[in-house]
């Protein structure tokens, strides 16, 4: 891909409204997240990094499932082969979260969902790019 495609693919209209969707989107299924990670820890006594990598792929798994059908609309990739693509941008995503997210959590035991908040920031515009980038190619 061309420095000028991918200038267009990035700062184009239509991504601006995947990236405006892809905000709603992200913010729905992040509260899941945020809701799991709690339950996982709080009512099931899991490990708190444990905890946020399994909320993490339930709730990437569910965002996949919207990326398809309404941010990026009229992509050409298959569904598996996209779920495919998307689960390894989710696992760039994964690494990111669990690294800052065990780095806060070491210094801040105590804000664990802050620290899973600040880090979703970092972590989602990363994978909103390698999604837009790479996996879902429109007509």
């Known amino acids: 891909m061309t420095n000028a495609a ?5 700062f184009s209209w239509r991504a601006g409204v995947q990236l405006a ?3 709603v989107v992200s913010t729905f299924i992040f509260a899941i997240d945020l809701l799991l ?3 996982l820890v709080e009512q099931a006594d899991m490990d708190k990094v444990l ?3 399994v909320a993490f792929i339930i709730a990437n798994s569910l965002h996949y499932l919207f990326g398809r ?3 990026f609309q009229g992509t050409e990739r298959k569904s598996v082969s996209g779920y495919i693509y998307f689960l390894a941008n989710a696992g760039v995503g994964l690494v990111i979260t669990l690294m800052l997210f065990a780095a806060f959590v070491a210094v801040l035991p105590a804000y664990y969902l802050v620290g899973r908040v600040l880090v979703s920031v ?8 390698l999604n837009a980038v790479l996996n879902f190619r429109t007509v």
């Open 51 to 53: 905890a946020a990598a």
């Open 69 to 71: 059908w309404w941010i």
């Open 21 to 23: 969707r892809n905000t």
């Open 6 to 10: 991918l200038h267009r693919r990035l």
């Open 122 to 129: 970092v972590s989602g515009l990363t994978v909103f790019v």
């Open 37 to 39: 990670l709690w339950l």
